[in-house]
């Protein structure tokens, strides 16, 4: 069933709390919305939706769902574009799984997912889900290249209403651990192509030429990549620091990210688990294989596959015993950092880490200090550093601190999001080469059986665009800027060779300072700490990483952060913040009833989108809801309207009322369209009016299971009955 038209502005369907939060928000922002003429309607890119458009053929004529991912796709190339993104599953092999199964028992007969495919049309189920892993979607939606701050009403309410901290001390034992060898960093090559060209990956073995891909084709000017893991060196980084972190008496901690880097992550995980239970694995492996055991899915799939047989679970409970207590996902409900990889998201597991003065929860629901293993080296400098920086000077002040923006390259799949469909576990011992069109070979590593090797490009186009986008910000603020640039790393010296000249041909050279990661996350540390404020012009990952850890010492959150993406053809996209949360948030509401998600940063990206509609459509209403959607927002700071953790208390639904009020409130008091003023006038009487009637429906609404049909695939109208249970409020909305 195809979209027929496109919206003035396109608000995504997603996942968790942020598409429970969405129920209630929704109708509010339409019924603002069409008095300035505005259409908004959704499109659905949720990890559910993603799976029914890739199984059409498996589906009956009324289950079948439009492609709606390919069609944003091709919409963010366009002039028109105005695209609200809220935060979306990047699914781990465990989230696709359960949300087959959940799909499956609703009635739609998609094939099993298959985890060893033999049959033809089990390798063909396998090939289509395999594209819904990891992050399918940003990849396809991030035509342009990243803009995030905290919007200034975020900021300014963080400095008055600074947030806890925890005490960092200088004989803090919490540590850093990285590869430094053998590892993606040390092994990485890096060229820019001269002209356009094709080119293959080819491994060649004791048995002949192997394709490991073919058909890429890169335009002149791209910033061709490759690396490779050593699994032998990775083996022997885990177990020594399994045991040196039980000498230290500490908690041992995995960081990674098995979501965005869908292939080679999962497996760094799997070797993870698999060291930490060695003995195990070399005592019951081929057992454990022969009952569907593969270590990349986690310790949660491991147990439940052995649950059945006693000898293996006393194994595991014995070998356990004997290894360093774990860092905790859940201590209440006994899920450790090893069970289930997407679970371990280090932008979001880091900062709440330094955040917390160095501790993590371990087993006995208690805080203890962690060894942070990071196996990559890449960017592990980066979180080294802030810890050692907290050791020495104490924790950050949020009520003093300054601010870190990020411009960061992203556009056209740039740099390791690139990597998914170039990225392989090394069947056997060989040379892998990637050779041009011409027969040139571009790079080439010599790699030994279960070694990841990965290719990664970033585009001549966005490369500039970023630069230039830098640019523009630090001229509009005036903020020290630092480009995150290691000269050492091959990749970053091609990014350089591009850097340097653009500052220069624009007379800004003295402007901006390169710093390789670790120095310039110091000299970020030391400028916010001084109450200054500071541009990181950054990669894709490290865009990611950051407007983790910098919001989430600075705000406490990155949920918060403004992030408006300048989409290359000239549209808008304006994502929401972050959902590494949001799995809790739902739990609580499908146990009690409460949604403490925040929507401030649905707040955030509205007023831009409406503003920039404003701008694009020459709709002079759209800024009007614009500009009251900010006083909407500031208001809701101001008075302390966000949504408490606390049954019983305010939640996210309370947020949007009085989100509402503020709204209305400020397009009655304005001057600049009588029209608006005059019908939204009484809109704010009636919502202040009925102000304790409609808290009242709000809270008794509270308490309960609530029953949302579905964890991934929601019942629509047993949603709006949780999500809008007061009648009053939604009489007067409509």
């Known amino acids: ?75 963010v190339k366009t002039p028109g574009a105005n695209v609200i993104k809220l935060p979306n599953i990047s699914a781990s092999e465990p989230q696709l799984v359960a949300a087959i199964k959940e799909l499956q028992g609703q009635g739609y007969a998609l094939p099993d ?52 901290m925890g005490e960092w001390s200088a004989d803090s034992k919490t540590r850093v651990a990285t590869m430094g060898a053998g590892d993606f960093f040390a092994n990485e090559k890096s060229a820019t192509l001269p002209k356009d060209s094709g080119a293959k990956i080819v491994l060649e073995a004791a048995g002949g030429e192997t394709v490991l891909k073919d058909g ?66 070399e005592q019951y492996g081929d057992e454990m294989k022969a009952l569907g055991v593969s270590p990349n899915a986690g310790l949660g799939d491991l147990l439940e596959r052995v649950k059945d047989k006693p000898e293996i679970l006393k194994a595991i409970d014995a070998c356990m015993a004997d290894r360093p207590a774990m860092y905790m996902v859940n201590s209440d409900k006994g899920i450790t950092n090893l069970h289930v990889p997407s679970d371990v998201i280090i932008d979001a597991s880091m900062p709440a880490l330094i955040r917390g003065g160095g501790k993590g929860w371990g087993p006995d629901n208690k805080e203890h200090d962690a060894v942070c293993v990071i196996p990559d080296s890449s960017y592990a400098t980066v979180y080294d550093e802030a810890i050692n920086f907290f050791k020495a000077n104490g924790k950050l002040n949020p009520a003093t601190a300054g601010t870190v923006q ?77 480009f995150w640039l290691d000269a050492t790393r091959a990749h970053d010296a091609e990014l350089i060779s591009y850097v340097k000249p653009i500052l220069e041909a624009a007379g800004v050279t003295d402007k901006f300072e390169i710093m390789a990661p670790r120095e310039a996350t110091r000299a970020s540390l030391e ?103 900010e006083a909407a927002t500031q208001g809701v700071l101001d008075h302390g309207r966000s949504p408490s953790r606390k049954v019983g208390e305010p939640d996210n639904r309370d947020s949007h009322y009085w989100f509402a009020r503020y709204w209305a409130e400020a397009l009655g008091a304005q001057s600049d369209d009588a029209a608006l003023a005059e019908e939204f006038g ?48 939604n009489e007067i909305i409509g």
Request: hydrophobic share 40%; glycine share 6%; with cysteine.
């Open 527 to 629: 400028t916010i700490t001084k109450g200054e404020n500071t541009i990181a012009i950054t990669g894709n990952v490290l865009r990611d990483y950051l407007t983790d850890l910098f919001p989430i010492l600075e705000l406490a959150t990155s949920a918060k952060m403004l992030s408006i993406v300048k989409l290359m053809n000239g549209g808008g996209l304006f994502e929401t913040g972050a959902g590494g949360s949001a799995p809790k948030h739902v739990q609580q509401l499908q146990e009690q009833n409460h949604l403490r998600w925040d929507s401030l940063g649905e707040f955030c990206a509205l007023g831009e989108s409406l503003k920039f509609l404003a701008e694009t459509h020459d709709n002079a209403r759209a800024r009007v809801l614009g500009e009251a959607v």
């Open 216 to 281: 890429l084709s890169y335009p002149a000017g791209t910033v061709v990549d490759a690396t490779y893991m050593s699994a032998s060196a990775l083996d022997a980084f885990l177990a020594e620091e399994i045991e040196k972190t039980k000498s230290e008496g500490i908690l041992f901690s995995l960081h990674m990210k098995a979501t965005m880097m869908k292939v080679s992550d999962p497996i760094i995980f799997g070797h993870a688990v698999q060291q930490f239970l060695a003995p195990v694995f």
């Open 1 to 75: 069933m195809a979209n027929t038209s496109t919206p003035d502005i396109v608000y995504t369907k997603v996942d968790e709390a942020p598409e429970l939060a969405s129920a209630s928000l929704l109708p509010i922002i339409r019924r603002f919305a069409s008095a300035a003429g505005v259409s908004v309607d959704t499109r659905d890119i949720s990890l559910a939706g993603r799976i029914l458009a890739a199984f059409p053929d498996h589906l009956t004529e009324d289950q079948r769902v439009s492609d709606d991912l390919a069609e944003l796709g091709e919409l």
């Open 406 to 482: 990020n411009i960061g390259l992203m556009a056209q799949k740039a740099e390791e999001y690139g990597s998914h469909p170039t990225t392989f576990e090394i069947p056997q011992t060989g040379t892998v080469k990637m050779i041009l069109d011409d027969g040139t070979v571009l790079h080439e590593h010599s790699v030994t059986a279960g070694d990841i090797w990965r290719s990664a490009s970033a585009r001549k186009a966005p490369i500039e665009d970023w630069v230039n986008l830098a640019i523009e910000r630090q001229k509009a603020t005036g903020y020290r800027a630092i």
């Open 682 to 729: 009484p809109v704010a009487k009636a919502l202040a009016e009925n102000e304790a009637k409609i808290v009242g429906e709000l809270a008794a609404a509270q308490g309960s299971p609530a029953d949302t049909g579905g964890y991934y695939h929601l019942d629509l109208e047993k949603l709006a009955a949780v999500m809008r249970p007061s009648a009053t409020l």
């Open 113 to 164: 997912y298959p985890y060893d495919p033999k049959t033809e049309d089990e390798k063909a189920a396998r090939a289509r889900y395999d594209t819904l892993k990891g992050s399918a979607v940003n990849p396809v939606l991030r035509e342009g290249n990243s803009d995030r701050r905290a919007a200034a009403a975020v900021k300014t309410f963080a400095q008055n209403n600074p947030h806890r």
